[in-house]
T-cell receptor, first 109, second 112 residues
């Protein structure tokens, strides 16, 4: 069946550091891909998405590119801030929406 | 616009009790789903629905029932609660199956 695998956390970075969170998927067909973010005590909210191969999703300085050849959708940000501390989930949506296990990011001043 | 509303926010049950977690959305979304979130496990899909009258099982459906009699509501029923069902439950809805999902605030359930 379809699945999503993320790099394990927690990830701890200093402010202004470069961020990469790896995500790979397995799916039949060509699903839409998403990154969601969860702040403490809250539900998930959409960060960015891509609906077809080579699409780049971007929002709030975060980017991810849909790579069909490597079945990947890695999340990147050039300079993280303390306010980016949260749990990040990669997700694949074909016939149903499924999530990776989440990666906790902690950014220190 | 309320979005996705879940009730209750917190609940403690005794083993063997039954209860219903409520989920309602006011965005006229066709697709709705229930997840449970456990430490280190991410979000796991319990049940989902692509429209009123249509439901299907996700990754972890055992011990849970759902129904979708209206577009707006998608309740999740625990028939006989077990400690293994202690978790945080999230309901989500989206306009279609491959569009942005909107999440409720979650229900923290403890089964003792």
């Amino acid at each position: 069946g379809d699945s999503v695998t993320q790099m394990e956390g927690p990830v701890t970075l200093s402010e202004e550091a470069f961020l990469t969170i790896n995500c790979t998927y397995t799916a039949t067909g060509y699903p839409s891909l998403f990154w969601y973010v969860q702040y403490p005590g809250e539900g998930l909210q959409l960060l960015l998405k891509a609906t077809k191969a080579d699409d780049k999703g971007s929002n709030k300085g975060f980017e991810a590119t849909y790579r069909k050849e490597t079945t990947s959708f890695h999340l990147e940000k050039g300079s993280v801030q303390v306010s980016d501390s949260a749990v990040y989930f990669c997700a694949s949506q074909g016939g149903k929406l499924i999530f990776g296990q989440g990666t906790e990011l902690s950014v220190k001043p | 616009n309320a979005g996705v509303t879940q009730t209750p926010k917190f609940q403690v049950l005794k083993t063997g009790q039954s209860m219903t977690l409520q989920c309602a959305q006011d965005m006229n979304h066709e697709y709705m789903s229930w997840y449970r979130q456990d430490p280190g496990m991410g979000l796991r899909l319990i049940h989902y629905s692509v429209g009123a009258g249509i439901t299907d099982q996700g990754e972890v459906p055992n011990g849970y029932n759902v129904s979708r009699s209206t577009t707006e509501d998608f309740p999740l029923r625990l028939l006989s609660a077990a400690p293994s069902q202690t978790s945080v439950y999230f309901c989500a809805s989206s306009r279609q199956v491959n569009t942005e999902a909107f999440f409720g605030q979650g229900t923290r359930l403890t089964v003792v």
